[in-house]
């Protein structure tokens, strides 16, 4: 089996399995950052403002966000 579908499987595991964030239940999505692919709660991606964020209680460390698949390899 290829890098590339292992790959494809594991996101694919991942959107199956964690569909929705578990704290606001928005859809998650597939981000790549710091060199992995990560599923993270779709609402990460919206800016707020500082005020926003407070009075909503809306903590980003709550929300769904953990990597999948890491890209690059250490030299």
Known sequence: MSTDQKIVERVEDALSKSPYCRRCGQPTAIAERDCA???ECSSNARPRSRLQSLLRLDLASSH????????????
Do not use: G
Request: proline fraction near 7%; aromatic fraction near 6%.
């Open 64 to 75: 769904t966000r953990h990597p999948i698949v890491e890209l690059c390899m250490a030299a």
């Open 37 to 39: 692919l990560w599923l």
